[in-house]
């Protein structure tokens, strides 16, 4: 079962980690009385990961591992700052088994 969890992220470049069967980032947004967040996908037959995110503010340079991350998204904080968050880069996929699931409802019958 694949389910959408939300985490409150950090600010002024700190990490924020996160921990689960985290299949895909959604994106990262500001919400009114909680800050800015990140939404994700869970799945129940995924292998649990561990993903850290990093905010970083406009007119900051980059530390140099920021180029191995992947870039999430832009929140604006309400408070006149604007953060960008990059996270680790991850692949945690069940490929073999979604593909017996679309060849199984194709063809009608279950490929294991």
Known sequence: MI????NTLRLDGEITTINGKIKKILTAQFQPGSGPCVWYEVD???KD????????GTGWELPREIKFWD???TV???????WHYYATPFNNTNVEKDLGDIFGAFFGTGVN
């Not at 389910?3 to 939300?6: G, R």
């Not at 604006?76 to 604007?82: H, P």
Request: overall charge negative.
């Open 49 to 56: 990961i561990e993903i850290k995110i990093i905010a970083i």
């Open 76 to 82: 604006q904080d309400g408070m006149g700052f604007v």
């Open 44 to 46: 129940d037959e995924l």
């Open 3 to 6: 389910k959408i969890y939300k």
């Open 71 to 73: 870039y999430i998204g």
